[in-house]
């Protein structure tokens, strides 16, 4: 399978895509390493240390990584050297440090007795990853799994799948056992071909919503397994009356829709404010938006990264041509970027009047796209907040403490920022959505829990 660079269009390299012998092989491995390695019965520290080196090995290779992930991916390696591949050391250190921190629990009960839950991995995890971000992506679903004694199938997105084969080198290099940690790489089949395996005993996935439903149904054909599925968002950005620091809400709600080219799942897409706000917002948030500039993920002062594929800029293009046609109106933007006819780019767009009926509404995008709606009763907002398929992340604006402390429990939505919007730099707050976004959480205690099972013991010893 050709992999393409998005920012120019050319074909980069060959993938070869793993058929299902091949995925037999790789579950197979692992779960045998899994059995006869030691490496579920060892010492959390010992595991600690290998994850801790791990973590090393990766700030050493920080900068060739970057290189490789940018060639094939939306990310500027100025932010892959920064950001990313920083998050994906830091969470290796994180799980690393909560390997031995993982508890059971004694049950009370009657003299002579002695009932307990004892906490244990599952198995051979398959990890699917989406293309956004790809070197985070794939610690954040193998190192948990890993620290609590696991083994990993990893599937990268065909279209970014070169940073997952290194990452994964660095795991041998740091003293991983052999097996334990597996790439393939492939298409939805492949995926398919990995959550359908009867050696596999837990699932994480991130990625669409419909693509979500399919990973449900197949992990359902070989018999009942968990997964964590981390699917689309409509997310909404709430602005409320008594903000203060307009040019500060302006950015982060330009940042919010813009990051990444809006290819974030929590990306902040529906704009909700008051109409005493709405000119003005509109007005700074566009000229932030105006300032991003287009170009190649190598070069340094690019700020607007290219759309993942053509298929993909298509899609965005047609939804877009559809929901003007429903009577949405473009403020700016609305068409591919002129200049860069030979990548993957779309213009920042914001839109006006977009019917909730409209695909425009009703679809993610996945695409630098902010949609603004407006109301005059704040009521009216906090429920406009909620959409009525996806839940996965909210933001609100307000200077205001009660509101701050309060609103959030009337959003729906599996996180909710207040004054922010987009993952901040900690590994410690659990991610995930609810309804059509999604279930399970990912980061974090509950994160790392994920991924373990608990067994009750009962011993009647009197």
Not at 26 to 49: I, K, L, Y
Not at 128 to 143: D, G, V, Y
Not at 187 to 205: E, N, W, Y
């Amino acid at each position: 399978m050709p992999v393409y660079r998005p920012s120019d269009g050319n074909g980069s390299a060959q993938m070869s895509v793993a058929d299902e012998d091949t995925v037999d092989r790789a579950v197979r491995s692992a779960d045998t390493a899994f059995r006869n390695t030691g490496w579920p019965e060892a010492s959390p520290m010992e595991r600690a240390e290998v994850l801790k080196r791990w973590a090393d090995l990766l700030d050493r290779d920080r900068i060739r990584i970057a290189k490789i992930e940018a060639a094939s991916s939306t990310r500027p390696v100025e932010d892959l050297v920064n950001r990313d591949l920083v998050r994906a050391s830091g969470a290796l250190r994180y799980f690393a440090e909560w390997a031995d921190k993982v508890e059971g629990q004694l049950l009370a009960g009657k003299s002579g007795t002695t009932a307990m839950a004892r906490p244990e991995p599952y198995g051979v995890v398959a990890s699917i990853a989406p293309f956004n971000f790809p070197a985070i992506n794939a610690i954040w679903k193998s190192a948990p799994a890993l620290a609590v004694g696991n083994a990993v199938v990893l599937k990268p997105s065909e279209m970014t799948p070169f940073s997952a084969l290194a990452i994964a080198e660095l795991a041998i290099e740091a003293g991983l056992p052999a097996g334990l940690f597996n790439v393939i790489q492939g298409a939805g089949d492949t995926g398919s071909q990995l959550v359908r395996h009867p050696l596999v005993r837990k699932i994480t996935f991130t990625g669409s919503s419909a693509t979500g439903a399919k990973v449900m149904a197949d992990a359902a054909a070989t018999g009942t397994k968990p997964l964590t599925l981390e699917l689309g968002g409509k997310s909404p950005q709430l602005v409320l009356k008594d903000i203060r620091d307009v040019d500060a809400v302006a950015l982060n709600i330009a940042n919010g829709f813009l990051a990444n080219s809006g290819q974030v799942c929590t990306a902040g897409t529906r704009l909700i404010t008051p109409t005493g706000l709405r000119d003005e917002l509109i007005e700074k948030v566009a000229k932030i938006a105006g300032e991003r500039r287009a170009g190649p993920t190598w070069e340094v002062g690019n700020t607007l990264p290219p759309i993942i594929s053509e298929k993909q800029a298509k899609r965005i293009d047609d939804l877009m041509r559809q929901t003007l046609s429903d009577g949405a109106e473009a403020i700016i933007g609305g068409s591919r970027v002129a200049s860069q006819n030979a990548g993957a780019y779309y213009e920042p767009t914001i839109l006006r009047n977009v019917p909730d009926t409209s695909v425009g509404f009703t679809e993610e995008f996945f695409g630098p796209v902010l949609s603004v709606y407006e109301y005059d009763d704040e009521e009216e907002g906090i429920a406009m907040a909620n959409h009525p398929s996806y839940a996965l992340a909210a933001s609100i604006y307000t200077d205001d403490l009660n509101k701050a402390m309060s609103l959030p429990g009337r959003i729906e939505a599996g996180t909710v920022w207040v004054n922010a919007h987009g993952r901040q730099p900690d590994f410690s707050t659990p991610q995930g959505g609810f309804n059509g976004s999604g279930f399970g959480k990912e980061m974090g205690r509950a994160g790392l829990e994920s991924f373990l099972r608990f067994k009750t013991v009962w011993v009647n010893h009197g």
